[in-house]
């Protein structure tokens, strides 16, 4: 079975960095896009970023773009989030999933992309909690 389970958050001041981590197994890591995500109390879900399978491609929401640094390292079946410059703003729960989405899947307000369905579609962590706060 899909398993994907992140790791990596905590507590970080304003100005501070995490580095996030998603181990994934039950299916082939290398054959698969992969994004982040996230979710702040009493909000939709939200898009983050994106990477394509080989690593070579990478997307980002305005918001997080020159902060944000998506990877991976397929020979350990991980991807990674370093995050930089963090802002409160930043403060929520993140997952890692399976994929890259389709512009179909998406709802774009007020600069955001949030998944017009939630996560009933595809694969999901259980998601780690990063919380920006002085």
């Known amino acids: 079975q899909v398993q994907l389970v992140e790791s990596g958050g905590g507590l970080a001041q304003p100005g501070g960095s995490l580095r996030l981590s998603c181990a994934a197994s039950?299916?082939?890591?290398?054959?698969?896009?992969m994004s982040w995500a996230r979710q702040a109390p009493g909000k939709g879900l939200e898009w983050v970023s994106g990477i394509y399978s080989d690593g070579r491609d990478t997307y980002y929401v305005d918001s997080v773009k020159g902060r944000f640094t998506i990877s991976r390292d397929n020979a350990k079946n991980t991807l990674y989030l370093q995050m930089n410059s963090l802002k409160s703003e930043d403060t929520a729960l993140y997952y890692c999933a399976r994929g890259i989405p389709n512009l179909r899947d998406l709802t774009y307000y007020s600069g955001t992309y949030y998944y017009t369905g939630g996560k009933k579609y595809g694969y999901w962590g259980q998601g780690t909690q990063v919380t920006v706060s002085s």
């Open positions: 039950g299916f082939t890591f290398s054959y698969y896009g």
